[in-house]
């Protein structure tokens, strides 16, 4: 379906029927319709996110890049260790 000659259409199903809509340009993903609350609650999840990472950031400052990158590596082990004993 055409964007530029069905945006109408295509908001109408985000707004009222909750769907969500793919853009494609040249058959590759580049952009999404989403209703608005979804949209927000991404932007905070985003911002968050953000947040947390810049936190851990400074838990690191005095740390040696080879020390805090190791710790990284066993604890993604860990995590993966623990996924598949749950599958």
Do not use: C, W
């Amino acid at each position: 379906m055409m964007v530029r000659q069905n945006l109408g259409e295509l908001l109408n199903h985000v707004q009222y029927r909750g769907d969500s809509v793919v853009v494609t340009k040249d058959g590759k993903p580049v952009a999404a319709l989403v209703d608005f609350p979804l949209f927000e609650r991404i932007r905070q999840l985003r911002d968050r996110f953000d947040q947390l990472t810049e936190k851990m950031g400074h838990v690191y400052d005095k740390v040696a890049e080879a020390d805090a990158n190791a710790e990284i590596a066993d604890a993604v082990k860990s995590v993966r260790r623990s996924a598949r004993r749950l599958r």
